[in-house]
């Protein structure tokens, strides 16, 4: 069941279970490669936010830090999407742009 193994690691942006779930990916696109495919990865510019997890999640503080998530009010915007609570890069402003 999905919700049992933590395939992104708890929805970190570009992290994914490389040990099991994910083991054998490079190989996978390896072969796709090699049959005239592309594999084409969807990114998502959401960037989970876990208030109780800060700590442990670098990315999101360092964008934090830096003031490059959308804000609303003087406030970080938290919306709500495929990794729950997210903050998202404001695109129209260049550290935004660099941080992503």
């Known amino acids: 069941m999905w919700s049992d193994i933590d395939y992104m690691q708890n929805y970190r942006n570009f992290l994914y279970d490389d040990q099991l779930a994910f083991k054998d990916l490079p190989k996978f696109i390896e072969t796709l490669h090699g049959q005239n495919m592309k594999w084409v990865p969807i990114l998502d510019a959401g960037t989970a936010a876990r208030p109780l997890q800060k700590e442990n999640y670098p990315e ?3 964008g934090e830090k830096d003031g490059v998530f959308l804000k609303i009010n003087g406030e970080t915007f938290i919306g709500q ?8 890069p404001d695109f ?3 550290k935004g742009i660099k941080w992503w």
Do not use: R, T
């Open 81 to 88: 999407v495929w990794p729950n609570d997210a903050a998202f």
């Open 60 to 62: 999101y503080l360092e």
């Open 92 to 94: 129209f402003e260049p």
